[in-house]
């Protein structure tokens, strides 16, 4: 039995039954009538009332079946109506972009999310080819038409698809088949989502996996390296005390002082590529903005840009934070920073802090490209970056806003009048300072930077 037979057969017999019904009720009543008031007519007038009869019957019923089929008929375009209207309620709420092709590749429907994706308006290609393809694509979706038309019940892939300004769109296509109620021909529906978000997390994935890896063998390259320059420092410190007052002494003590810097930055490549645990406690600002710049100044120098250290009054202010994370953290700043400035001329980047109140306010300023204004408010969102494919993972500045929340603080990103961008956050002080209580800072001739943790090329 056909799916639609059962509608049919229940119309059929309502009808049937009703008309017998009615046929019944005017016959009864009939007969009624002429029992009662038409007993004594003679043969004629008894013929004219019985076809009286019988074309009152017919038009009653005539009447009933026309009413009867036009309330059906009523109820079935109302429920084609609420039909229509939820199939088009379901195309324009549905995430993907839905296309009916038939088998020449012509649009028989096009739903909102695919003008979106496409850019093409629906009276634009319904009725004609699909003008997303390419060269090749015709023949994929043909060969995928031939494998549904074998029995597969879907098909899906990743592929490309033209938008209107001619840019290829990567997306992921789930293609099935049936056969056309009123044209009875195969027509294929095709379902499209954007890929192109996906694909840019999958590269950052891969880009993170290569950058984890990288790190990996620099740790392990560290722990190489470090028991021969252990040795070689040591030949290097006794060879110095037996030449005494030679004059190849200072050559010597220099060589001995670059080795101990190797020496230190391998260490510090050691220690950052441990798991570290959160640990906040008293960190001196003056001796952690100058180790910071000691340490990333030549990394300036070598581009030819320039970086300074400035702020107000720090000598006796400290602040509660793990070092480590705040070396990660203006390591990423920086980074940024420098990654903005000018491939010629003079860049400058400047760094520094000042008290203000009940916290320390920091900021990192440059004279580079600066940010557009369109792009600021997701430039802390993880893996949005403005850089160029490759040069970025996009997670710097989104590190950066976390760390400093978990201090406590608040961190704001602006571009400068001038050109370039500063970004600055905020530290509350370590509880209970007092400055009598601290021993007097030696002198900056005497004072040794301290080299913050090499920043982690994971971070951005």
């Known amino acids: 039995m056909a799916p639609d037979s059962g509608p049919k057969v229940w119309f059929w017999t309502t ?92 649009v028989l429907e096009w739903n909102p999310q695919a003008v979106t994706l496409y850019g093409y308006s629906r009276e634009e290609v319904i009725g004609k080819s699909l003008q997303t393809l390419g060269l090749a694509e015709p023949q994929e979706l043909r060969e995928i038409l031939g494998r549904l038309e074998q029995g597969e019940a879907a098909v899906e892939m990743e592929t490309r698809r033209r938008n209107r300004r001619g840019e290829w769109v990567d997306v992921g296509l789930r293609v099935s088949s049936f056969q056309d109620v009123g044209s009875g021909q195969r027509v294929l529906l095709e379902m499209a989502s954007d890929l192109r978000d996906k694909i840019r997390l999958r ?17 392990g390259t560290a722990h190489t390296l470090n028991t021969p320059l252990a040795a070689m420092l040591l030949r290097v410190e006794m060879l110095r005390e037996q030449l005494g007052e030679h004059s190849s002494a200072a050559e010597i003590a220099r060589l001995e002082s670059s080795m101990r810097f190797c020496q230190e930055f391998v260490q510090k490549l050691l220690q950052y590529g441990r798991p570290s645990e959160f640990a906040p406690q008293r960190l001196p600002v003056e001796e952690f903005l100058e180790s910071v710049h000691t340490f990333f100044r030549p990394m300036f120098q070598v581009r030819r840009h320039a970086l300074t250290c400035a702020g107000g009054p720090l000598r006796e202010v400290s602040i509660r934070a793990d070092r480590s994370q705040m070396e990660a953290l203006f390591a990423a700043l920086l980074t940024n920073a420098l990654d903005a400035l000018p491939s010629t001329g003079q860049g400058r980047v400047v760094l ?19 940010i557009p204004p369109e792009r600021l408010p997701h430039i802390f969102e993880p893996f949005y970056t403005t850089k160029k494919a490759g040069q970025g993972t996009g997670l710097g500045l989104s590190i950066a806003s976390n760390i400093v929340k978990d201090h406590g603080g608040s961190l704001a990103l602006a571009n400068n009048d001038g050109g370039g961008v500063t970004v600055r956050f905020r530290l509350p ?31 951005g």
């Open 203 to 219: 590269q950052k994935a891969i880009e993170m996996e290569k950058l984890t890896s990288m790190g990996r063998m620099a740790a």
């Open 15 to 106: 009808l049937l039954l009703s008309c017998i019904t009615i046929l019944s009720v005017v016959f009864a009543a009939w007969e009624l009538l002429e029992q009662r008031f038409f007993r004594n007519l003679d043969f004629r007038q008894l013929h004219y009332l019985y076809i009286t009869r019988g074309v009152a019957s017919s038009v009653v019923l005539a009447a009933w079946a026309v009413w009867f089929v036009l309330r059906e008929r009523r109820k079935a375009e109302a429920e084609l109506r609420r039909s229509r209207e939820r199939y088009r309620a379901m195309l324009a709420h549905a995430a993907d972009a839905i296309l009916l092709l038939d088998r020449e590749l012509t």
């Open 352 to 370: 520094g802090g000042s008290p203000q109140g009940d916290a320390v306010e920091f900021f990192v300023s440059d004279n580079g490209c600066g």
């Open 429 to 459: 002080l370590f509880a209970g300072e007092e400055s009598s209580r601290r021993e007097p800072a030696p002198p900056a001739a005497e004072r040794v930077p301290r080299e913050p943790a090499t920043p982690d090329p994971r971070r």
